[in-house]
């Protein structure tokens, strides 16, 4: 049984993010309203039961359904939820920017696009990240005798990132994006061993594979998705989601991975607590090894420490 992430109802936590989130695995009927609900949110808050029903194509029972799938409970309280998301919305600045890229878009608004969606990224994933799982992740983490981590594609860059953060603090970590080595270094996994599965859709075929072979084998199976429902779920003891919205030119890899190194930052970050003292002392040695190969003084102002044995 795995522990989903789930979306904890929090002032920060939207309404649309868990809609688009939860899409995938919801009944085409469901589905149909989902889409009216995320085509036009505003005018959703103001309208009634029957009237979504009629353009969804389906009966005020089906809303129903899909208010309680999406964890609102109740058509009015969805309407609540969507007026104030909308309102939040509205307070910022460039709305706007939060429109597709086209293809006739000059640099200047591709900029600001791209700033604009990477940003909004980033504060869903964390409006919407369950802490509480997170925590048991961090903890399996900092305890494990070996991480495996496994992602391809834009993922396979994420997970090479967290395999160089558990190193810089000391931590065996290994990240894998060739499936053949994934399978092999999944099926010597054993019981203390923690396997994480990057996989933005939560339907790559490779890292699901992996990460079934590695809970066969005892180890704990970590899943980071856009979509917890996905069938990376299935195979995941945790899952950790993000909330990223692809535009036009940016499929699989750009906002995606973005929402993914947020969630790997807080990750890195809760496990050098749990090994503060070695954490902090493996940072030095890492950042001296290196330090000799940069030029200039170093951003504290202390010596390196090749001049300092000058």
């Known amino acids: 049984m795995s522990t989903q992430s789930g ?94 890229i086209e293809p006739g878009d000059d640099l200047n608004r591709v900029v600001g696009k791209v700033a604009f969606a990477d940003a909004r990224a980033v504060e869903e994933t964390a409006g919407q990240l369950d802490v509480t799982v997170l925590d048991r992740v961090v903890r399996v983490v900092a305890e494990a005798r070996r991480v495996d981590v496994y992602g391809v594609g834009a993922s396979a860059f994420v997970a090479l990132d967290l395999q160089q953060k558990l ?80 535009t036009t030119f940016r499929s699989g890899a750009m906002a995606s991975r973005i929402a993914q190194l947020t969630v790997i930052d807080c990750l890195f970050i809760g496990v050098a607590q749990k090994h503060l003292d070695t954490a902090r002392a493996a940072l030095e040695s890492t950042y001296n090894a290196v330090s000799g190969h940069r030029l200039g003084p170093r951003p504290d102002g202390r010596r390196r420490p090749r001049e300092a044995g000058q």
């Open 167 to 246: 190193h810089r603090i000391g931590l065996t970590c290994f990240a894998w994006n060739d499936t053949h080595i994934a399978l092999t270094s999944a099926a010597v996994l054993r019981p203390g061993d923690v396997a994480v599965g990057i996989s933005h859709t939560g339907s790559t075929a490779e890292t699901v594979e992996a990460l079934r072979v590695a809970r066969e084998r005892g180890a704990t199976t970590v899943a980071l998705t856009n979509f917890p429902r996905s069938p990376i779920s299935e195979v995941a003891d945790h899952v950790l989601t993000t909330a990223a919205r692809e």
């Open 7 to 100: 979306h904890p109802e929090t002032a920060e936590s939207s309404p649309l993010v868990r809609i688009r989130s939860l899409l995938p695995g919801l009944a085409r009927a469901e589905q149909r309203v989902a889409k009216v609900v995320l085509s036009d949110p505003a005018s959703v808050a103001h309208r009634s039961i029957t009237e979504v029903a009629e353009e969804a194509g389906t009966s005020e029972t089906t809303v129903t359904r899909f208010c309680k799938a999406i964890g609102v409970g109740g058509y009015p309280e969805l309407r609540i939820a969507l007026a104030a998301d909308t309102a939040r919305s509205a307070a910022r600045a460039d709305r706007d920017l939060g429109s597709d």
